[in-house]
């Protein structure tokens, strides 16, 4: 059980373009879902907290206007990178959670923008 | 400041050995403390989590202490193999809906 989707795995694509990060508890219904990035041999840096049905909550230094979360029902949430550049290439992953029950991550989508 | 640390980057055992891992936080009160194995190009696994009244927890070959008083948590792995070699990251838990806070995580090489 636990078992979060995220999807796409890999993608590459050109500098100015969107790309829309899909994240999906497939066995639970998740009150919250997390979205990370992580650099090479980094831990993971939170980049926000959304609850279903009400807006994300960024972390300083996290532009809103770049990292678009949606979280439109209990099961999915979206982060949409818009007009990609370089810099924004790195492995996102998502988890979800239901109430006080552990995290549970999704196997990360690598970004890379050319 | 609030700092959650893993002692080392790297840990090299090996195989059939006991592997130990510390995780030390200063200046929070974590109501749970969890660890998680990642490996590469992967997103984290959880393994295990551990209450703040509780001082062992074990599941399998996995063994994880957490002593408040000292703000440490011990995470072993008995009779190691190959397989388990991954980075190992300890995450705080502070209760509500607060999002876990993660250490830099420990790359453990088991060696054959």
């Known amino acids: 059980g636990a078992v979060v989707s995220q999807h796409p795995s890999w993608v590459i694509c050109k500098s100015g373009t969107s790309v829309k990060i899909e994240c999906r508890s497939l066995?639970?219904?998740?009150?919250?879902m997390f979205w990370y990035r992580q650099f090479p041999k980094q831990s993971l840096m939170l980049m926000a907290t959304?609850?279903?049905?009400?807006?994300?909550?960024?972390e300083q230094g996290v532009e809103k206007d770049k990292f678009l979360i949606n979280h439109a029902s209990l099961t999915l949430s979206t982060l949409t990178v818009t007009s990609a550049h370089p810099e924004d290439s790195s492995f996102y992953i998502c988890s979800a959670r239901r109430g006080q029950e552990p995290q549970h991550f999704g196997d990360g989508t690598r970004l890379s923008i050319l | 400041s609030q700092k959650i640390e893993q002692n080392s980057e790297a840990l090299n055992i090996q195989e059939g050995k006991t592997a130990t891992l510390t995780c030390n936080y200063t200046n929070y009160s974590p109501a749970y403390l969890q660890w998680y194995r990642q490996d590469p190009g992967r997103g984290p696994v959880f393994l295990l989590l551990i209450r703040e009244n509780e001082k062992e927890k074990r599941k399998e070959r996995l063994k994880v202490t957490f002593d408040t008083t000292l703000k440490q948590s011990l995470f072993h792995i008995t009779a190691s193999q190959p397989a388990d070699s991954a980075t190992y990251l300890c995450a705080l838990d502070t209760g509500g809906n607060t999002p876990l806070v993660f250490g830099k995580g420990t790359r453990l090489s088991v060696i054959a």
């Open positions: 066995d639970f219904q998740a009150t919250t």
């Open positions: 959304s609850n279903e049905g009400s807006k994300a909550t960024y």
